[in-house]
């Protein structure tokens, strides 16, 4: 069989690993540089956390993340993660972490409550004024993003039975006849084509973009006195719901940097235009930190980073048949990139076999187990 995916980011990249490695033939396009900066992939760092609300399907294809990514590092032959640990936090009236540790109690994985008094105790760079409730779980860790995106683009460009298009802009995909049109007018032909072009999927399948809005968010890399940095290098993440603000902190794993960054959508701008970032643009984000952390007015801003989501109203993951021999692979929303390896593997074997694409959307879509 033959694979023409669009867009190289881990949704991309992880599909045609998980055909080319069953033997399949791909061509992985992409429109700028492999990898491509400005993909929703590019960042030094994504998490991966149990923690998930009352969404126990996303929760309960942690696991399987986590063993799929296992397969990946066995393939590029090194383990782009670092473990920390999760911290979820709640306050202000919000109460996430408590749904999220009432659902991994039910899957079997119990979060482990802290005293607002332990939580001072085991993490003295927190305040927690505003904090009502702390959760922790010894599971969950950092992605170092970009890097797999790198590396594995790489370990494609070494397979006999796939092909990289870099800096080859898709302009149309026929769906229903498994066609792809090159900005220069030359007609690619296969047996299946993937769409995973991140916050560019609407332009190419027009149908989708009611649903698969691009989001624009900014998130800020902190420098610290080094005396901060040394304590925050040992974990954890920090997964906090207080209301208004939904933060979530990446420490300085292996020496990446330490980043803060807004949970809340924007659900607006062009991923073409409007790359430049102001702090003013954050100040609740700013101010939650300010509140949370202790020697926060030591922090220095090291740089602004602005990078692109797609967003559902729902935040579930888009991954569909479209036409005779199309899909549409969106798992985004802000929470994707920690099944990127799963999401691959198991789009390429639904690709490859009888699965019901139905079911498979389903399952993609975190209703399984629901």
Known sequence: MKAIIVGAGVMGASTAWGLAREGHHVDLFEQAALPNPLASSIDE?????????????????????????????????????????????????????????????????????????????????????????????????????????????????????????????????????????????TTHEADIVVVAAGAWVGRLLPHTAARLVPSRQIVIYFRLPEDQCAVWAKGPMIIEKTGDVGLYLVPPMEGRGFKVGDHEFSRAGDPDTGREAREEEIQPLLERCRNLFKGFDAWRTDRLKVCFYTVTEDE???????????????????????????????????????????QHARWAAGLEGE
């Open 316 to 358: 579930r993951f888009v991954v569909e048949k479209t036409g005779a021999k199309g899909w549409v692979m969106s798992p985004c929303s802000g929470h994707g990139f920690k099944f990127g390896a799963l999401m691959g593997l198991e789009l390429a074997r639904t690709i490859a076999s009888e699965r019901d694409p139905l």
């Open 45 to 185: 760092h994504r998490l991966i956390r149990h923690p998930y609300g009352d969404h126990a399907g996303y929760a309960r294809m942690i696991d399987p993340a986590f063993a799929a990514w296992d397969l990946l590092w066995g393939d590029l032959g090194c383990k782009l993660y670092a473990a920390t640990g999760t911290l979820a936090l709640t306050g202000n009236g919000a109460d996430w972490a408590e749904r999220s540790a009432r659902t991994l109690a039910a899957i079997g994985r119990p979060m482990t409550e802290l005293t607002i008094g332990e939580l001072r105790r085991r993490f003295p760079l927190l305040d927690a004024r505003g904090v009502e409730r702390a959760f922790w779980l010894d599971t969950g860790g950092v992605l170092f993003a970009q890097d797999i995106v790198a590396t594995l683009a790489r370990h494609l460009g070494k397979q006999p039975n796939v092909r990289l298009h870099a800096n080859t802009r898709v302009g149309a995909v026929d769906p229903e006849h498994g066609r792809v049109t090159t900005a220069d007018g």
